[in-house]
């Protein structure tokens, strides 16, 4: 499955179980506008309709991974707050589906993941940064409030005080203090995040996908609902797990001293 080839913001491209979505305007810093937003929603939904894919890749090309929304086309709008809308919409809806898979997704970031672009960092699973890479809030900074689920994102990885710490200073934090607060899993060594998120999507898709896939459901549902509902779903959860084919070949595997063969079922 590939998304439409007439795509000119985003791409997607599915081989061994592994989806890479790509951001493919480099010369203008993988803005997100409306066209973004209807390409992006559009691979989601290819993506929602596909049980082949195991893992979901995200990257950008060029310089920056994703400065967030196109500025100098919002400048040109006659009524700004209908044409946010209309992207949002789009946009949103790919955030929604992309945040309900059951799929993994590890993100690439090198040079600046501002704005919505740290929205995408954000709902991915596993982040793998460039030592040089930077990440900003940047809305308050045009008088903006946010978007792509960055408000609810953020203070749950991070924590409020450190989000509204990020949204007051209007800052930009480096590689290292987003490892240490908790937004970035690793930096990247001499082979670079591209290299390292493919290397380590791949791993995945070769995992235990299903088992990932429900543990990714329990973490989002643990933040509004109960202590004793949560040990509920866990419970659930884990009798469904047991009862799979990844689960007994992978238990089986462990007493044969072997090593297990995960195909996501």
């Known amino acids: 499955m590939q998304a439409d080839d007439t795509a000119?913001?985003?791409?997607?491209?599915?081989?061994?179980?592994?989806?890479?979505?790509?951001?493919?305007?480099?010369?203008?810093?993988?803005?997100?506008?409306?066209?973004?937003g209807q390409e992006f929603r559009d691979i989601a939904i290819a993506l929602m309709g596909d049980a082949g894919v195991r893992a979901i890749l995200l990257r950008g090309e060029g310089a920056n991974f994703c400065v967030g929304g196109d500025i100098r086309s919002f400048a040109r709008e006659a009524d700004l707050p209908v044409a946010l809308r209309r992207m949002t919409?789009?946009?949103?809806?790919?955030?929604?589906?992309?945040?309900?898979?059951?799929?993994?997704?590890?993100c690439a970031v090198q040079g600046a993941a501002a704005g919505a672009g740290l929205a995408l960092a954000a709902l991915s699973d596993y982040v793998i940064a460039e030592d040089t890479a930077t990440f900003s809030f940047a809305y308050t900074k045009l008088g903006l409030t946010g978007d792509g689920g960055i408000t609810w994102l953020l203070p749950r990885l991070i924590g409020l005080r450190r989000f509204q710490a990020l949204v007051l200073e209007g800052r930009s934090v480096d590689a290292a203090e987003a490892l240490a607060m908790g937004l970035v899993s690793r930096i990247a060594g001499a082979d670079g995040a591209g290299v390292e998120a493919q290397a380590f999507a791949r791993e995945l898709a070769a995992g235990p996908t299903r088992a990932y896939g429900m543990v990714r459901r329990l973490a989002q549902s643990s933040f509004t609902q109960p202590f004793e509902r949560q040990l509920e779903d866990e419970a659930q959860a884990i009798c469904r797990a047991a009862a799979s084919a990844d689960a007994q070949d992978a238990i089986t595997a462990f007493a044969a001293r072997r090593k297990p063969v995960f195909k996501g079922r």
């Open 8 to 36: 000119q913001t985003v791409s997607l491209h599915v081989a061994d179980e592994l989806a890479t979505i790509t951001l493919t305007r480099p010369d203008r810093n993988n803005v997100i506008d409306a066209q973004f």
């Open 89 to 106: 919409l789009d946009f949103h809806a790919a955030m929604a589906i992309l945040a309900r898979l059951d799929t993994p997704i590890v």
